[in-house]
């Protein structure tokens, strides 16, 4: 079984939608990202938790919104969906145990279509 | 100035020889570096990490970073075309958040 699900996979929305995107995790990790990839932009952070009292805005939030519902699950909603929205979202997961810290792990992604 | 940095490529290579791509990095404050495989459509696949100067070897990988020269690298020995993929540094300044570069497309021909 795969240590971080995201669903749904693929989503095909219209402009002014809301819409939600969920990220489950089994790897026990506290901390959870959200990422979104663009062609030739890389990965660029959107939001991340350290636990389900801690959320921080990353570098591109504007047009977003999070909720920690648990210490496994994480989700990303878009209150009214715009085209420039269109992209590959990803969410990551990490620790500090073993003295190795900021090693992220992905999750399949959510290819999501803003029409 | 980009935080990180990578060259875009392609990178092309044929099958058998040595792939070298390279990164660099605007935060001298950086502590922990890591390469990432992406095969197209697909998530980020953790291949290295590194924390200290010097080379790291896993199998056909090595890393090796230079923090001096702001400098870290990933080195695919006997590249197959199954390495054919987009690969990205990400560096990390303190225990909260990875920055990440943009990517270098490796082609591996036979």
């Known amino acids: 079984d795969a240590d971080v699900t995201q669903t749904p996979r693929n989503r095909i929305t219209k402009t002014g939608k809301r819409i939600m995107l969920e990220c489950s995790q089994t790897k026990g990790h506290d901390r959870m990202y959200w990422y979104r990839q663009d062609p030739g932009l890389g990965l660029r952070l959107i939001y991340y938790?350290?636990?389900?009292?801690?959320?921080n805005k990353g570098e591109i939030s504007d047009g977003y919104s999070v909720s920690r519902q648990a210490q496994a699950k994480f989700s990303l909603s878009l209150e009214s969906a715009i085209p420039n929205q269109t992209a590959l979202y990803f969410c990551?997961?990490?620790?500090?145990?073993?003295?190795?810290?900021?090693?992220?792990?992905f999750g399949p992604g959510t290819r999501l279509t803003v029409l | 100035q980009k935080e990180v940095e990578q060259n875009s490529g392609p990178l092309s290579v044929p099958e058998g020889a040595i792939a070298s791509l390279n990164c660099t990095y605007s935060?001298?404050?950086?502590?922990?570096f890591f390469w990432y495989r992406q095969y197209s459509g697909k998530s980020p696949e953790l291949i290295m990490s590194?924390?200290?100067?010097g080379d790291k070897e896993d199998g056909r990988f090595t890393a090796q970073l230079n923090k001096a020269s702001q400098y870290v690298s990933l080195l695919i020995r006997d590249s197959q075309p199954s390495d054919s993929a987009t690969y990205l540094c990400?560096?990390?300044?303190?225990?909260?958040?990875?920055?990440f570069g943009s990517g270098t497309r490796l082609q591996v021909f036979p």
């Open positions: 935060d001298r404050g950086s502590q922990s």
């Open positions: 938790s350290f636990d389900v009292k801690d959320i």
């Open positions: 990551a997961t990490s620790d500090l145990s073993g003295g190795v810290y900021n090693e992220q792990f």
């Open positions: 590194i924390y200290s100067n």
């Open positions: 990400a560096v990390g300044s303190n225990t909260v958040k990875l920055i």
